[in-house]
């Protein structure tokens, strides 16, 4: 047994979630007010018996014990992992390496900051010295509130005063320098690393500070000094505010990036509470990803001048390349279809009045920044204009330059209405004609020799498994399971069953729709491969995925190596069965639980629950008859 199923094996999902919400009895099975959207009817529903959970309401979505921790810690499968393993009581593997591996030595380095954030306190609050940062931070115009809640503090103009102090709590120069608090000098002496500037303690995801910023008090450089990185603190995966402004950003649905600690002090004390900071540093794929699990609405907020320009250009390139894509059918301009990759975050561009940083602005005019906000332009938008005010657009390079920085960037919009406006807008600004343009930036991309190798069919003649025999499984894991293996022993038939599920009717295969969060993973993996055109063997999907899954995929591409050779229309005829079985299945327990819903509302005569569950109940049933019509058909489709 992995780790993952040990996991699942030692918690009960609904002593999980009940840990996070208020779960009622009901029957057979739990039901609670859903946890990432508002309703005022309970719609969220947990079921003991599949250890699953899936929301009837306006989610429409659902799974297991990861996928819920996932989705309410805003984590990733890693973290869930080891949030839910310590729960458990099973040790990982990276638990099991030592203390420098994440045991110990971090434990101890935590409450040694936590030590040093109540000690630069206490100077700021209520020692003598701390006068000047009192006064500081008052000309500042820093609430006591958002002073108390980023808990902020002083380090006095004294060289060891926060290694007296942590010395006389038992902590060793060792751990200070491992910390970062303090600095070690090439003779082996040591002194504090901050001294006389106003401390911006950083929080880890939890709330945990795990690091510090000192402002200068006065005259003296640099300006802003940080903890340097350690075993506590990487820079490159941490956002300042993230903590405090984590549930506002899910609230409203929106979060806004700045680039320094004065900006989201003052930005969280005028009210706007869904700001962080990447701390002056470039954007990491790390961040954004953070971010993108809360909300799918991500403002840049930079300066007028060229560096904040250059710095919204790599932003967004390392958002293009780090967030999440769907993947879906597209109709090019000469009606091919093919698998295309959207965006799956609505990225928007704050571009601040000359000579203004966030923090002066919103101090001086906060209705302003509010204005600024709303008007962000979107990131097609706002290249069009910088390919309009850095490109000579009356030479011939200068249009083939604005054709190569656009097109990636139209070719992720899959609103034919948004995406035609901008096609227009382009072909105005370049002087082109339309269509012509449409064909260059929508050409598809020629097939390499070796999948075409794949493609080929395979003289032999193969009589497929009969997918039925799976589908008597008790769990819809099994099918789940069963077609990730098909389709990681023939990745290159991912290409094609989009094709053939749409000549039936039916909807692209969605990683959502998978139960088991490994599953999804292993799925994302695939398709973003598809999209890059890099599908492989499935061997080397274990490079992408968390090393505590390896042991499972490494399973399923044993069961994939063992499955014979085929022609890649059969393999696609097996994979296309398999999802309409695994749909038929889903629809059919998701009908079932609705219906003890209905029971349940009728009982207490809720007319708006009855009609809102009947009409689902209505959309599944009429799915199982179009699944079940579809299935004779499945197998010869070509």
């Known amino acids: 047994m992995d780790v993952v199923e040990e996991i699942k094996a030692r918690l009960d999902i609904v002593d999980v979630i009940g840990s996070y919400i208020s779960l009622q009895r009901s029957g057979k099975n739990y039901k609670a007010l859903c946890p990432f959207h508002e309703e005022k009817t309970p719609s969220f529903i947990v079921f003991p018996e599949t250890q699953t959970w899936h929301c009837f309401g306006a989610c429409n979505t659902g799974g297991d014990i990861f996928s819920f921790v996932m989705k309410k810690e805003g984590v990733d499968f890693k973290e869930a992992l080891r949030m839910l393993a310590q729960r ?4 990982l593997e990276e638990q099991r390496q030592g203390p420098d591996e994440g045991g110990e030595l971090r434990e101890r380095l935590r409450a040694m900051h936590a030590a040093a954030t109540a000690y630069y306190q206490e100077n700021l609050h209520r ?4 006068k000047v940062a009192r006064e500081y931070v008052k000309q500042r115009g820093l609430s006591a509130e958002i ?5 902020l503090g002083y380090a006095p103009d004294a060289w060891d005063g926060l290694m007296k102090y942590l010395a006389g709590l038992g902590y060793t120069e ?3 320098e491992q910390g970062g608090l303090i600095i070690r000098r090439e003779d082996g002496r040591t002194y504090d690393r901050f001294r006389n500037r106003l401390i911006i303690p950083i929080h880890d995801t939890q709330g ?3 690091a510090f910023a000192g402002r200068v008090i006065g005259s003296g450089e640099p300006k802003y000094l940080n903890s340097p990185q350690t075993p506590l603190f990487d820079k490159g995966r941490t956002l300042y ?9 899910r609230s409203e649905d929106r979060v806004i990036i700045v680039e320094g600690y004065m900006d989201v002090l003052a930005a969280h004390q005028a009210g706007f509470r869904n700001v962080v900071a990447s701390m002056g540093t470039a954007l990491t794929a790390t961040q954004l990803r953070l971010l993108s699990r809360h909300t799918k609405h991500i403002i840049l907020a930079l ?3 060229t560096a904040g320009q250059k710095a919204a250009l790599r932003g967004v390139e390392v958002a293009r390349e780090a967030l999440d894509r769907n993947v879906e059918p597209f109709i090019t301009p000469t009606g091919a279809l093919r698998f295309q990759a959207s965006l799956d975050v609505d990225i928007r561009l704050l571009t601040l009045p000359e000579g203004f940083d966030p923090d002066d602005l919103i101090r001086q005019d906060p209705q302003q920044w509010a204005t600024l906000v709303e008007e962000a332009l979107p990131v097609v938008e706002f290249y069009l204009e910088h390919v309009r005010n850095t490109l000579d657009l009356n030479t011939p390079e200068g249009k083939r330059d604005a054709v190569r920085i656009m097109s990636p960037l139209i070719q992720e919009i899959t609103d034919a209405t948004v995406r035609d406006h901008y096609l227009q807008q382009l072909a105005r600004l370049l002087r082109v004609d339309e269509r012509a343009l449409a064909a260059d930036i929508f050409k598809t991309r020629p097939q390499s020799r070796r999948a075409r190798r794949k493609a080929s069919p395979e003289p032999q003649p193969w009589t497929p498994r009969p997918v039925t025999a799976v589908d008597t499984t008790q769990q819809s894991r099994a099918l789940e399971a069963y077609i990730i293996t098909l389709l ?5 038939v991912l290409g094609e069953i989009g094709d053939a599920l749409h000549r039936l009717g039916q909807d692209d295969l969605n990683m959502e729709e998978f139960e088991d969060v490994r599953h999804r993973l292993i799925l994302q993996v695939l398709l973003t491969r598809l999209v890059s055109g890099n599908l492989k063997e499935g061997e080397d999907v274990l490079a992408e995925l968390p090393e505590d899954m390896h042991a499972y995929v490494q399973e399923l591409l044993n069961r994939a190596h063992n499955m014979p050779d085929v022609p890649l229309h059969i393999a696609r005829q097996e994979a296309v069965a398999a999802i309409l079985h695994f749909r038929l299945k889903r629809h059919r327990e998701l009908a079932h639980q609705l219906r003890f819903l209905l029971e349940e509302a009728q009982a207490q005569n809720d007319n708006h629950q009855l009609l809102t569950y009947g009409v689902k109940l209505g959309n599944h049933l009429r799915a199982i008859h179009e699944l079940e019509r579809l299935l004779p058909a499945a197998m010869s489709v070509h």
């Open 147 to 151: 002073i108390a809640t980023f808990q």
């Open 303 to 305: 300066d007028a001048d």
């Open 208 to 210: 945990r500070v795990i």
């Open 88 to 91: 458990a009581g099973i040790p």
């Open 127 to 130: 020692r003598p010295i701390g």
């Open 241 to 249: 505010g993230y903590y405090q402004a984590v549930r506002t950003i």
């Open 488 to 492: 990681l022993r023939t990745p290159a």
């Open 174 to 176: 060792e751990e200070m």
